[in-house]
C-alpha cells in the first residue's frame, strides 16, 4: 500500500510502498477513504510527543470501508463504510464497561502509538468497541474532520459540561475545535459567544452563527462577555491550553458556571497560575477532556443526518497524500482557516 511516513523530525514524510496490513484477531483492515490533517499531527511531526517513535504512518481523523476482518470480529462486513475515534479503546477493561473509553488503560492512538491513516490502508484494534457506521448522507471527506476537533467538542460540551438549551456559551479560542463548538453549541439551543484575538476568525464566527463576538486583542474579553450575557457565560470551552485563555474563560463565567479544557496545555504552558479565588468565589466547576468515546458517535451523526448541523464548513480543502507534508509545516505559522483534509492516496 502507498503511505506517508514520517521518517525524521520536521521533514517531508516519506512517500513509502510498505507491506498490505492484515487484522489480526478482533481487527478490521480499512480502505481509507478520508483523513483529517490536524495539529496533532504536527506535535507528532515536530518531534513534541514521547509517544511516536519513528518510522510513523500519521493520521488519526479517518473514515473508511472495511475490506478485511480478523478473527472475532462480529459487527462489521467488506464493504461498510466506517469511522472510528482517534482513542482506540479495549473495550474490556472497567474503565470501558463503565462508559469511560477516552481513559483506557490498553487504548491505542492510530498515528501515535501505531501506524495512523495517511496511507491508503489501515488495520484498525477492537474493532467492535470502536467503529461506527457513517450515514450514507455525510459525505466522507466531512466525516474525516469529525475525528477529533468535531467528536472532542461534543463529549465536552455533552459529555462534560452538560450545556443545556437557552444557556449561554463562551468559546475561548476560534479555531477548528472553537468553531466545532459554535456549530453544536447552536445545535444544542444554547447562545453562543466566540472569543478570539485574530478579526477574520471572528469574522468567520460570525457567519457561522456565533450570537456575538468578542476580540481579546482589543477589550477584556472577560468582561465584555459578562455584560453580553448579562452576568457571565453558563459554560466556557478553552480551545487553546494557555493560560491567558484560561483566565479569561474562568473569569467569564457566571457564578457555578462550568469551565471544560479542551486545549492541550504543552512546553511552557504545562504549569500555569490561574485566579483561583474566581474559582472558589465563583463555586465554579473545572475540568479537562481529551477525545470521545465511540459510543456517542450515534448522537452526533443523528444531528448531522437530521440536518440540525452542517460541519462542511470546517473543511476548506481536500489534498493529495503527497500533500500532507505542506499542510504540516503550514502549522508552524498561524494555521490556515478550516481543516485540510487527505481523499487522494493515489498522489
Ligand atoms: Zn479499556
Ligand atoms: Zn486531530
Known sequence: MRAAQLTAW????TLATLPDPTPGPGEVVLRVLACGVCRSDWHAWTGADPDVVLPMVLGHEFCGEVVALGAGVSRWRPGDRVIAPFILACGLCGDCAAGHQTICANQQVPGFTRDGAFAELIAVPFADTNL?????SLPSHVAAGLGCRVTTAWQALVGRAELRPGEWLAVFGGGGVGLSALLLGRALGARVVV?????????????????????????????????????????AIEALGIAATMTGAMRALRKLGRLVMIGMPAGEHTAMTLPMDVLYSGQLTLQGTRGMPAWRYPSLLSLIDGGHVDLSPLVTRTITLSQASDELAAFDRPAPPGVAVITDFAS
Open 195 to 235: 472569543v478570539d484575538v485574530v478579526g477574520d476568525k471572528l469574522a468567520h464566527a460570525k457567519s457561522l452563527g456565533a450570537d456575538a463576538v468578542v476580540n481579546a486583542a482589543e477589550t477584556d474579553a472577560a468582561e465584555a462577555v459578562r455584560e453580553l450575557t448579562g452576568g457571565g457565560a453558563h459554560v
Open 132 to 136: 461506527t457506521a457513517l450515514p450514507e
Open 10 to 13: 520536521r521533514q517531508p514524510l
